[in-house]
C-alpha cells in the first residue's frame, strides 16, 4: 500500500481500467469500505460498457467508398491523367506566351521584391524550410534565450526582443539567425499543444518601408502578416486562418514597438 | 505514405464513430471523415508523435467543432426519430435497443466539450492526457468534464426510474 489517498481521477481511471496494477489494489480496497463510492463507480462503470456496446455497431459497418485511402493517398501521390488534347492545347498555350513574353520583357524578369513584400516572402521561405523540422527546427532552444537575443543583436546590429505568445497559446521554442537576399534575419519559432508552429522574422529594412503597415500576405493553408518598425521588417507566418493570426500580429508588434 | 496507410487506415472505423455520435448525422459524418482524412495525406510528414491516433482525432475533431459551430447557426432539421434509425445500428435485441438509445439521447443531451471527453476517453479508448491533447485542454479539465459527463449520465437514468408510476404513489408524510 502507497498510502497515497484516492483521488477522483483515481476513481475515473479504475473505471477506464488505466491505472497501474498495485493502484488498482488501492482502489478496490477503498471502495470495499466505501459503498456509495463503490456505488457510484459501478454506476459509471455500467454506462461505459453499455455506451461501448451501443456505439460498436458503427465501427463494424464496412467503409464506404468515399473513405477508401490507399486511392486517396495514390491520387495525392500520381498528378491527376490529362488528355492529350488538353496537353497539345497547353503546349500551344505555352508556346505562344513565352514567344509573347520573351520578346515583350526583353530585360530582367523576376523583378526582385523589396520592402515587407520582400520581408513577407523570405519569412514564408524559413518558415517552409525550418517549420516541419524534426531534427533541428531551432539553433539555439528557448532556455538559450539570452544567448539567442545576444547573438541576434550582434548579426542584425540591432536588438531584436523575444515576444511572449503564451496569451495565445504559442510556446517560444528557440530560434537562429538566417540568411535572407537582404542580409541576415531573426528567425523566432513557437509552438502550441497541437504541435503547430508559428514562426517570427526580422530584419533591418533597406531603402524602402523602413515604417510599414500590417499587410497580410500568403495563399492557401500558410498566412502571414508583416510591416515594419523603425527601420526593422517582421512578418509573423503560420498554418493559421489569417483571422486567426492577424491578432497574435498584433500582439507581437505591440511588444515590440514597447521594447524599442 | 506506406505507413501512413497502415497506421491510419485501422483507425477510420473509429474516426467515423466519433464523428457520427458528435454530429449525430450519418452522410455529414463520413463527408468530415473524409475531409479529415484528405488532411492527414497532405500533412502526413508533419505530424509530431509516433502515434498517430491522437494526431489524426485531433484533425477530426477540430473539423467537426467547426461544422458544429457553423451548422448551430443555421440549423439542419433533422426529425430525431428518423435520424436514429439512419444513425445508429440497430441494437442486438429490442430491450437492448431501448436501454441503448435511451443512453444515446441522453449523451447527445450532453455539451459538446462533456461529449467530446466521454467519447474520446471511454469510447475511443485515448488516454486522459491524449485526450487533453485532442481537445487543447489541460489534462485536470478533461477530468472535470469526465466527472461531470458521467455525473450526469447518472442522474438522467435515476431520474428516469424516478418518474415512473411506482415512484409517483409514495405517500408524503
Known amino acids: 500500500m502507497s498510502g497515497r489517498p484516492i483521488t477522483e481521477e483515481d476513481l475515473h481511471g479504475f473505471v477506464d481500467g488505466v491505472l497501474a496494477p498495485d493502484r488498482i489494489v488501492e482502489v478496490q480496497a477503498y471502495l470495499d469500505t466505501h459503498p456509495d463510492a463503490a456505488q457510484r463507480i459501478a454506476g459509471y462503470a455500467g454506462q461505459r460498457s453499455m455506451l461501448r456496446a451501443a456505439l460498436a455497431p458503427i465501427a463494424e459497418e464496412p467503409l464506404p467508398p468515399n473513405l477508401d485511402l490507399a486511392r486517396m493517398i495514390a491520387q495525392r501521390s500520381r498528378p491527376r491523367p490529362i488528355s492529350r488534347r488538353a496537353l497539345a492545347a497547353a503546349a500551344v498555350v505555352l508556346l505562344a506566351l513565352g514567344i509573347a513574353g520573351g520578346w515583350t520583357l526583353r530585360g530582367p524578369i523576376l523583378a526582385p521584391q523589396e520592402g515587407i513584400a520582400a520581408v513577407a516572402q523570405e519569412a514564408a521561405d524559413n518558415y517552409a524550410v525550418y517549420a516541419p523540422d524534426k531534427q533541428r527546427p531551432v539553433e539555439l532552444r528557448a532556455a538559450d534565450r539570452a544567448e539567442l537575443v545576444a547573438w541576434t543583436a550582434q548579426r542584425l546590429g540591432r536588438p531584436v526582443a523575444v515576444p511572449d505568445l503564451a496569451a495565445s497559446g504559442y510556446r517560444f521554442m528557440g530560434g537562429r539567425i538566417v540568411s535572407t537576399a537582404h542580409g541576415p534575419a531573426a528567425l523566432f519559432m513557437y509552438d502550441n499543444d497541437r504541435g503547430t508552429r508559428l514562426v517570427m522574422l526580422a530584419r533591418v529594412m533597406q531603402g524602402a518601408d523602413q515604417n510599414a503597415s500590417m499587410t497580410p500576405h500568403g495563399s492557401g493553408s500558410i498566412n502571414g502578416f508583416a510591416w515594419a518598425d523603425n527601420g526593422l521588417g517582421y512578418s509573423v507566418v503560420g498554418p493559421a486562418a489569417p483571422d486567426a493570426l492577424h491578432p497574435i500580429a498584433n500582439d507581437v508588434r505591440r511588444q515590440l514597438s514597447r521594447n524599442i | ?173
Not at chain 2, 497506421?7 to 474516426?15: S, T
Not at chain 2, 428518423?82 to 447527445?108: H, I, K, M, N, W
Open chain 2, 1 to 173: 505514405m506506406n505507413d501512413m496507410l497502415r497506421q491510419i487506415e485501422p483507425l477510420i472505423p473509429a474516426l467515423r464513430r466519433y464523428a457520427r455520435t458528435l454530429l449525430r448525422d450519418r452522410a455529414g459524418a463520413d463527408d468530415l471523415v473524409q475531409d479529415c482524412l484528405e488532411r492527414a495525406v497532405n500533412h502526413w510528414s508533419q505530424r509530431r508523435d509516433d502515434d498517430p491516433r491522437a494526431w489524426i482525432f485531433t484533425i477530426l475533431h477540430n473539423l467537426a467543432i467547426t461544422r458544429l459551430r457553423s451548422s448551430a447557426s443555421r440549423p439542419r432539421h433533422i426529425a430525431i426519430d428518423d435520424a436514429q434509425e439512419e444513425t445508429f445500428a440497430r441494437a442486438p435485441s429490442q430491450e437492448d435497443g431501448l436501454r441503448y438509445r435511451e443512453l444515446l439521447e441522453a449523451v447527445a443531451r450532453l455539451p459538446e466539450d462533456q461529449k467530446s471527453v466521454l467519447l474520446l476517453a471511454t469510447v475511443e479508448g485515448l488516454s486522459y492526457a491524449e485526450t487533453a491533447g485532442v481537445l487543447g485542454v489541460p489534462i485536470g479539465t478533461v477530468m472535470s468534464r469526465l466527472s461531470r459527463a458521467r455525473e450526469r449520465l447518472l442522474k438522467e437514468r435515476d431520474g428516469d426510474r424516478g418518474a415512473q408510476p411506482v415512484a409517483q404513489l409514495r405517500r408524503v408524510k
